[in-house]
């Protein structure tokens, strides 16, 4: 056996697994700590914090009583409130039993109704909001773009005809005017692919008309992770020039190319930083959503486009940015719900659900892209675990908020029998599922 020649695939694991293990600690971090500081303002009284699962690695007992610790399992995590039996809250009698009201009221099955679901609601609220804050986190970087198309930077592009300057306001493309992004896209849309466009910009208070690169050219804007396009390392910048010999210029010929192809594979001359090569590669079948709501079955190589130049920026206020840190937390909430929905339906593959393997890969490929490009996915996986948290079923949150409201509509909780019967039922539930994704991770293409 080559030893040494194992040793890059075995590397690639480890980075792997490090990202996988670093992003979902991060989410169980925040999603259990929601948990715990509403059950303590609750005044709920918090046993165990724990990271993971199995043996204890690391431990502290703060001076409220309550022991924070890493365990050797990194694959979740929980808090155990006083009176629990167990990670899952379940009910402690024979504690219970031996406490009086005072201590009780401390209890997560002693506390009024509305601490009890306060407190289970929080921690998919606290991964909502730790999303929230990290998309609005990066619109606060990077700025959003301004209502008018100005040319912020110049993208590296093999375009000869680059008379684009920064600080432009393009003013029309081609004798059509763009007053704004929206008819700047659609005007775009109109036109024929070509090397060169005629703008007319107004620069420094005087208008001029100048050639300049397709709009929106062959540019690889963005690559996603476990994609045809990221196996072959196709990266953010580079330009496509051809594809099977036929020269292209604009984005829109080779999604249209790629789409065609239905699976075949492509030879791509790709151009990068003043070099140029080939790429072979196979799209890949893939469901996306669509503006509309549904999803449409599309041949994909799972690269994004570019822009000819980088939008004038401007930076927006807290207020603006948490709002469309909102939108873009709902936007991934509503997709993956729909996509779901989808799936039971048959209307699309359920290969699309994927598990931790699945997961893990995403996570490594993320972290090969740049801090940045981590980042982001956390915030998204983030929105995804609060979602999943969320659904009615015993055992996750959302099944212990089902029996909140059953309290709250006949004034009693369900008896012990019906909880064991339904706990048992949700876990055995949510193990097919991790089972079905799992299989998914190893079968699926």
Known sequence: MDIIGLIPSFGSLLYTVAAFVIALSIIVAVHEYGHYIVGRWSGIHAEVFSIGFGPVLFSRVDRRGTRWQVAALPLGGYVKFLGDSDAASGRDGAALSGMDAATQRHT????PLWARAATVAAGPVFNFVMSILVFAGFFLVQGVATDQPVVGQLTPLPSEAQGLRQGDRILAIEGQDTPDYTRFYAVTETLTPAP???YLVQRDGQQLRVEGPFPLPP???????QSAASSVDMQPGDVVLSIDGTPVHAFSELRARVAATEGAPLLLEVWRNGEVFDLALAPRRMDMPTAAGGFETRWLIGITG?????PETRRPGAFEAMGQGAQQT?????????GLWHMVTGAISSCNLRGPIGIAETSGAAAAQGIGAFIWFIAVLSTAVGLLNLFPIPVLDGGHLVFHAWEAVTGRPPSERALRILMTAGLALLLTLMVFALTNDIFCP
């Open 196 to 198: 060169s466009v005629e």
């Open 306 to 310: 570019g822009p000819a130049f980088s």
């Open 108 to 111: 997560m099955h002693g506390a």
């Open 219 to 225: 540019l690889v804007g963005a690559v996603q992770p």
């Open 330 to 338: 709902w936007f991934i909430a509503r997709t993956s719900l729909s």
